[in-house]
C-alpha cells in the first residue's frame, strides 16, 4: 500500500532546531522523529512512501536514502530549484501542491493511501482507520484526536455532523467560541479522486485550501476521531515537553536507547562518568562519548546529546542539551534547551549565547575556548540570571 509523508516545510516554529536540521529528522531520544513514522507504515501495510521535501532536503534523503534498510520503499519529490551560485533553493509548494505534483509526474496515488505530517509522534491503528474510511465511502478521512475544552485554542479544530461528515473548521478558536473538542492532527486518508480537486502548478494546502473546497462542494469528506497516541512537536514548546514525555515513560512506544547505568539513568556507549562523584537524579539519558565532570548535577527529566562536556558544577535540571555542546562550571539550566549556540526556555524564547558573549558558559564541545571570558560576557551573565538560573530573553 501506499503512503505520503510530508516533509518539505521550514519548521519555522522549532527554530533554533530547524535552522541545520529539518524537522523531520528532529530527534528523539537519538532517532528522527520521521523514523518512527516510518515504522508505523510498515506494521499496517504501507510499503511504497513518497516524501515531498525542500528545506534541507538533503538530510531527509541522505538518512533514509530508498528505505530498504527500513523494510519499505521510499522516493523523493524535491521542491525547489538550484540559484545562479550552484546552491539548492528550497520553495515548498504547500501540502496539497505536493501531492498533485507526484501524482502529475506520473500517476502513483491508484488507490486508497495515507498522508501524515512528519512532526508527530503517533501510535495510531492505521488498519482500522483506513477500514471505517472505506466503510463510509469517504474521499478524504481526517484522524482527529479529543482534547480537554481548554486545550482547543492551540489546534485546529473539526466540526461534523451526527454521522461524522465535515461540515466546517476553526482554526484556533477561543474556548468559548469552539463548537468541537475534535482536533486535526495532520493524519489523513485519501482516494486517488481527491486530486482531481487540487490545481496543477500552484501553491496549494491540504488543510487552508484542499479541505475547506470539500466542504464547499459537499464532497463525502468526514473525520474519525480516535483514542491513540499523539505527540505532536510542532513547536519548540512541543519537542521539550515531547521529550520529557518520553524520558518520563507516558510515551510508550518510544523506549530509552543505552543501558540503564544507575536507576532511571541510562547511557550510550563510554561515557565518561564517575557515578560515585557527580549528582544524577533520573529519568535522565546521557548519549555516547559525553564526559560528565565530577561535582556536576543534571536532574531528570533531562536529556543530554552524544559528545558533550558538562563541567564541574555545573547544574542541568529537567533540560535538553542536543549534541556536542559545552557547558561551563558556571552554568546553572533550568528548564532549558541548549542547540548549537542557542539556549531556549520551555516558552520557545531564545538567546544567541555567542552573540551574547556568553559562549564561555555554552559552547561547541570542539570549538577552541578563551582563557578567561569577556568582561562584557561576565556582566551580561549576570543580567540573564535569575535566583541563578540563566534565562531567555
Same mark, same amino acid.
Given at each position: 500500500?501506499?503512503?505520503?509523508?510530508?516533509?518539505?516545510?521550514?519548521?519555522?516554529?522549532?527554530?533554533?532546531?530547524?535552522?541545520?536540521?529539518?524537522?523531520?529528522?528532529?530527534?528523539?531520544?537519538?532517532?528522527? =522523529?520521521?523514523?518512527?513514522?516510518?515504522?508505523?507504515?510498515?506494521?499496517?501495510?504501507?510499503?511504497?512512501?513518497?516524501?515531498?521535501?525542500?528545506?534541507?532536503?538533503?538530510?531527509?534523503?541522505?538518512?533514509?536514502?530508498?528505505?530498504?534498510?527500513?523494510?519499505?520503499?521510499?522516493?523523493?519529490?524535491?521542491?525547489?530549484?538550484?540559484?545562479?551560485?550552484?546552491?539548492?533553493?528550497?520553495?515548498?509548494?504547500?501540502?496539497?501542491?505536493?501531492?498533485?505534483?507526484?501524482?502529475?509526474?506520473?500517476?502513483?496515488?491508484?488507490? %486508497?493511501?495515507?498522508?501524515?505530517? !512528519?512532526?508527530?509522534?503517533?501510535?495510531?491503528?492505521?488498519?482500522?482507520?483506513?477500514?471505517?474510511?472505506?466503510?463510509? !465511502?469517504?474521499?478524504? %478521512?481526517?484522524? %482527529?484526536?479529543?482534547?480537554?475544552?481548554?486545550?482547543?485554542?492551540?489546534?485546529?479544530?473539526? =466540526?461534523?455532523?451526527?454521522?461524522?461528515?465535515?461540515?466546517?473548521?476553526?482554526?484556533?478558536?477561543?474556548?468559548?467560541?469552539?463548537?468541537? %473538542?475534535?482536533?486535526?492532527?495532520?493524519?489523513?486518508?485519501?482516494?486517488?479522486?481527491?486530486?482531481?480537486?487540487?490545481?496543477?502548478?500552484?501553491?496549494?494546502?491540504?488543510?487552508?485550501?484542499?479541505?475547506?473546497?470539500?466542504?464547499?462542494?459537499?464532497?463525502?469528506?468526514?473525520?474519525?476521531?480516535?483514542?491513540?497516541?499523539?505527540?505532536?512537536?510542532?513547536?519548540?514548546?512541543?519537542?521539550?515537553?515531547?521529550?520529557?514525555?518520553?524520558?518520563?515513560?507516558?510515551?510508550?512506544?518510544?523506549?530509552?536507547?543505552?543501558?540503564?547505568?544507575?536507576?532511571?539513568?541510562?547511557? !550510550?556507549?563510554?561515557?565518561?562518568?564517575?557515578?560515585?562523584?557527580?549528582?544524577?537524579?533520573?529519568?535522565?539519558?546521557?548519549? !555516547?562519548?559525553?564526559?560528565?565532570?565530577?561535582?556536576?548535577?543534571?536532574?531528570?527529566?533531562?536529556?543530554?546529546?552524544?559528545?558533550?562536556?558538562?563541567?564541574?558544577?555545573?547544574?542541568?535540571?529537567?533540560?535538553?542539551?542536543?549534541?556536542?555542546?559545552?557547558?561551563?562550571?558556571?552554568?546553572?539550566?533550568?528548564?532549558?534547551?541548549?542547540?548549537?549556540?542557542?539556549?531556549?526556555?520551555?516558552?520557545?524564547?531564545?538567546?544567541?549565547?555567542?552573540?551574547?558573549?556568553?559562549?564561555?558558559?555554552?559552547?561547541?564541545?570542539?570549538?577552541?575556548?578563551?582563557?578567561?571570558?569577556?568582561?562584557?560576557?561576565?556582566?551580561?551573565?549576570?543580567?540573564?540570571?535569575?535566583?541563578?538560573?540563566?534565562?531567555?530573553?
Amino acid at each position: 500500500m501506499k503512503a505520503m509523508i510530508l516533509a518539505a516545510g521550514k519548521g519555522t516554529r522549532v527554530r533554533p532546531i530547524t535552522y541545520t536540521i529539518p524537522k523531520p529528522m528532529i530527534p528523539i531520544l537519538q532517532k528522527p =522523529v520521521m523514523e518512527f513514522l516510518l515504522e508505523l507504515l510498515r506494521q499496517h501495510g504501507f510499503d511504497q512512501i513518497m516524501v515531498n521535501v525542500s528545506h534541507l532536503a538533503h538530510e531527509i534523503e541522505g538518512y533514509f536514502r530508498d528505505g530498504q534498510r527500513f523494510g519499505v520503499q521510499i522516493a523523493y519529490s524535491f521542491e525547489g530549484y538550484i540559484d545562479q551560485n550552484g546552491e539548492l533553493q528550497g520553495k515548498a509548494i504547500g501540502s496539497a501542491g505536493g501531492m498533485r505534483r507526484i501524482q502529475d509526474f506520473s500517476p502513483f496515488f491508484d488507490d %486508497t493511501f495515507v498522508v501524515l505530517c !512528519g512532526d508527530a509522534l503517533i501510535d495510531l491503528d492505521l488498519t482500522a482507520a483506513v477500514k471505517w474510511h472505506k466503510e463510509k !465511502g469517504s474521499i478524504a %478521512t481526517i484522524i %482527529t484526536k479529543t482534547v480537554p475544552l481548554e486545550e482547543v485554542s492551540s489546534y485546529g479544530v473539526v =466540526v461534523t455532523d451526527e454521522n461524522g461528515k465535515i461540515k466546517a473548521f476553526q482554526e484556533k478558536p477561543k474556548i468559548e467560541d469552539a463548537l468541537s %473538542t475534535n482536533i486535526n492532527t495532520g493524519i489523513y486518508i485519501f482516494e486517488p479522486e481527491v486530486l482531481d480537486y487540487i490545481p496543477s502548478d500552484v501553491e496549494f494546502d491540504i488543510g487552508g485550501q484542499l479541505f475547506p473546497k470539500l466542504v464547499e462542494t459537499d464532497a463525502p469528506f468526514y473525520a474519525i476521531p480516535m483514542d491513540f497516541e499523539w505527540v505532536d512537536i510542532g513547536k519548540v514548546p512541543d519537542y521539550w515537553h515531547a521529550i520529557r514525555a518520553v524520558l518520563s515513560g507516558e510515551v510508550k512506544n518510544v523506549q530509552i536507547p543505552g543501558r540503564e547505568i544507575a536507576p532511571g539513568v541510562y547511557a !550510550g556507549l563510554n561515557v565518561a562518568v564517575n557515578l560515585d562523584k557527580v549528582n544524577i537524579q533520573g529519568p535522565v539519558y546521557i548519549g !555516547g562519548m559525553t564526559q560528565i565532570e565530577d561535582g556536576a548535577t543534571i536532574i531528570g527529566p533531562t536529556m543530554i546529546g552524544s559528545n558533550c562536556w558538562i563541567c564541574s558544577g555545573a547544574i542541568v535540571e529537567n533540560s535538553v542539551i542536543f549534541d556536542y555542546s559545552r557547558l561551563g562550571a558556571g552554568v546553572r539550566l533550568v528548564d532549558k534547551l541548549v542547540y548549537g549556540r542557542y539556549c531556549v526556555d520551555k516558552t520557545g524564547a531564545t538567546i544567541d549565547v555567542q552573540a551574547a558573549s556568553l559562549d564561555w558558559l555554552i559552547t561547541d564541545r570542539r570549538q577552541e575556548l578563551p582563557s578567561q571570558p569577556p568582561m562584557e560576557g561576565q556582566a551580561i551573565a549576570e543580567l540573564l540570571k535569575t535566583d541563578g538560573r540563566i534565562i531567555g530573553v
